[in-house]
């Protein structure tokens, strides 16, 4: 039973890992997004347009920042030497994801008036598997 157990953790131990990854970016990204909104928005649980993009841009920014590093280390091993190019095409895919998260949580905050904090989670899982296709396949391709 061990052994099978060993046998699927090395089998599964990119997604595995991005999982752990994802999981404390998430606490990053949301942790920064729901303290600022606390600060700044106090009380409100469905936030104008405005404020809205406001805290999808800090939960973003401070996701895309944390989440490099972990991603090229841990999760997809990179050893790629271009950095600088690496971590430009990181933040692009990310961008991309970052769009369809800020359409999808307009719609369900602004639009089908969701609590926010509701709103984020569902978002959240759609762009964390569009996240790991893009950087598996277009970020951190093995060469």
Not at 22 to 29: D, I, K, L, N
Not at 102 to 128: C, E, G, K, P, S
């Given at each position: 039973?061990?052994?099978?157990?060993?046998?699927?953790?090395?089998?599964y131990?990119?997604?595995?890992?991005?999982?752990?990854?994802?999981?404390?970016?998430?606490?990053?990204?949301w942790?920064?997004?729901f303290?600022?909104?606390?600060?700044?928005?106090?009380?409100?649980?469905?936030?104008?347009?405005?404020?809205?993009?406001?805290?999808?841009?800090?939960?973003?920014?401070?996701?895309?920042?944390?989440?490099?590093?972990?991603?090229?280390k841990?999760?997809?091993?990179?050893?790629?030497?271009?950095?600088?190019?690496?971590?430009?095409?990181?933040v692009?895919?990310?961008?991309?994801?970052?769009?369809?998260?800020?359409?999808?949580?307009?719609?369900?905050?602004?639009?089908?008036?969701?609590?926010?904090?509701?709103?984020t989670?569902?978002?959240?899982?759609?762009?964390?598997?569009?996240?790991?296709?893009?950087?598996?396949?277009?970020?951190?391709k093995?060469?």
């Amino acid at each position: 039973m061990i052994e099978k157990i060993k046998a699927l953790c090395v089998k599964y131990r990119e997604i595995i890992v991005y999982v752990l990854v994802g999981g404390m970016t998430t606490v990053v990204s949301w942790g920064c997004k729901f303290l600022f909104g606390a600060i700044f928005y106090p009380g409100v649980t469905l936030p104008t347009v405005a404020q809205n993009t406001v805290l999808n841009i800090v939960e973003n920014v401070s996701g895309i920042l944390f989440a490099y590093f972990p991603n090229r280390k841990w999760v997809f091993q990179s050893r790629d030497p271009d950095i600088g190019r690496e971590f430009l095409g990181f933040v692009g895919s990310r961008l991309g994801t970052w769009g369809l998260s800020y359409v999808l949580n307009l719609l369900f905050v602004n639009v089908l008036h969701i609590d926010y904090r509701i709103a984020t989670i569902i978002v959240a899982v759609v762009v964390v598997i569009g996240n790991y296709v893009i950087s598996k396949f277009l970020v951190f391709k093995k060469k």
